[in-house]
């Protein structure tokens, strides 16, 4: 059984930063690449940052210049670093790993966390 779980998230002043982590565990033969999105009332999940196994990164316009993504050696723990946080970067926050088990290690599928919510006050 594979877990994916997000922590960090919480209630921050506008211009304030928090840190997110999301590891995962369980059988994991590997982990590919992983990201961050995030859905607020109303809209669509959409993606906040993603990162490769080779340590590529990829971010949303919004994101760009104030939040930073980053992995463990390990590969199995994300960060989401968030600076300069805007009252719309309100939302929960979702990690998602592409990754194989280990019972199925030629069959690689996406694994979702739970969510953390995340809160910029005005």
């Known amino acids: 059984q594979v877990q994916l779980v997000e922590s960090g998230g919480g209630l921050v002043q506008a211009g304030g930063s928090l840190r997110l982590s999301c590891v995962a565990s369980g059988s994991i033969f590997s982990v590919n690449g992983m990201g961050w999105y995030r859905q607020a009332p109303g809209r669509l999940r959409q993606l906040v940052a993603q990162i490769t196994s080779g340590g590529t990164t990829t971010y949303a316009g919004s994101a760009k210049g104030r939040f930073t993504i980053s992995r463990d050696n390990a590969g199995s723990t994300v960060y989401l670093q968030m600076n300069s946080l805007k009252p719309e970067d309100t939302a929960v926050y979702y990690c998602?790993?592409?990754?194989?088990?280990?019972?199925?290690?030629?069959?690689?599928?996406?694994?979702w966390g739970q969510g953390t919510q995340v809160t910029v006050s005005s």
């Open positions: 998602k790993a592409r990754l194989r088990e280990s019972a199925r290690p030629t069959y690689e599928s996406d694994y």
